[in-house]
Nanobody
Framework: QVQLVESGGGSVQAGGSLTLSCAAFGITYSSNCMGWFRQAPGKEREGVASIDRVDSTRYADSVKGRFTISKDNAKNTLYLQMNSLKPEDTAMYYC???????????????WGHGTQVTVSA
């Protein structure tokens, strides 16, 4: 059974940084595409960043230059380094994995339960 567990969320002031982690059980990161998504209250869930099997990455325009997605295959852990955080980055952040799909659409088959990020002005 696949399980994705996010951690690292919290409250930070605008301009600050956070690093999210996603540990996986039941899958191997090196064989999957991985993504980070977020959902703010009253808004649809959106793709933030993705990374494929050869470590090619994609980012939403809203986070380019501020967020960095990476993974450690040996630790089976996905990361999202978030710098220069803005209040509009406030959301629940989810990691996702899929054996076939790579990208920023919500076509992933496996999802975590999320970790909350709150950025105050």
């Amino acid at each position: 059974q696949v399980q994705l567990v996010e951690s690292g969320g919290g409250s930070v002031q605008a301009g600050g940084s956070l690093t999210l982690s996603c540990a996986a059980f039941g899958i191997t990161y090196s064989s999957n595409c991985m993504g980070w998504f977020r959902q703010a209250p009253g808004k649809e869930r959106e793709g933030v960043a993705s990374i494929d099997r050869v470590d090619s990455t994609r980012y939403a325009d809203s986070v380019k230059g501020r967020f960095t997605i990476s993974k450690d295959n040996a630790k089976n852990t996905l990361y999202l380094q978030m710098n220069s955080l803005k209040p509009e980055d406030t959301a629940m952040y989810y990691c996702a994995a899929d054996y076939v799909y790579c990208g920023l659409r919500q076509y992933y088959s496996n999802w975590g339960h999320g970790t909350q990020v709150t950025v105050s002005a």
